[in-house]
């Protein structure tokens, strides 16, 4: 059996207050109907992206859903998934990673805009989920 197609890499990275960008890993969870969506986990524990996707697992059908790596281990995804379609990172470090296997990296505007055409609409006003809930 083939490995699935690998939609997207988005890396999840703390807002300026240490909140969970919950309308990113929501659309990229919707997303995961047309690929293997990779949210790499840069500052943000998989506990809290769980949290912010509860609303969305229930309610969403088709999906593959999402994989989650650390910066470290990104490397090894993309050995074993090959390129994807679409892909966002806010850091330096993850965005020279991803240019040294030949993807090109969006501005996470445009990445967002895109994973609403693939998977539903993200709502207009950006939902966080805050430090420790």
């Known amino acids: ?11 999840v990275v703390p807002g300026s207050t ?6 990113l890993v929501r659309a990229a969870y919707r997303a995961s109907r047309h ?16 949290r912010a996707l509860d609303a969305v697992v229930g309610q969403t059908t088709g999906v593959q859903g999402v994989v989650y790596c650390l910066p470290a281990g990104l490397a090894l995804v993309l050995r074993q998934a090959g390129r994807p379609r679409l892909a966002s990172a806010g850091t330096s470090a993850l965005r020279a990673e991803l240019a040294s296997h030949g993807v090109p990296v969006l501005p996470l505007d ?7 055409r693939l998977g539903g609409v ?12």
């Open 1 to 11: 059996m083939p490995a699935p197609r690998l939609a997207a890499v988005i890396e």
């Open 35 to 50: 690929g293997t969506v990779v949210l790499v986990l840069n500052g943000v524990s998989s506990a809290r992206v769980d």
């Open 18 to 23: 240490g909140e969970v960008p919950v309308d």
């Open 122 to 133: 993200v709502g207009r006003r950006a939902r966080t989920l805050q430090p420790g809930r």
């Open 110 to 116: 445009s990445v967002l805009r895109r994973l609403d």
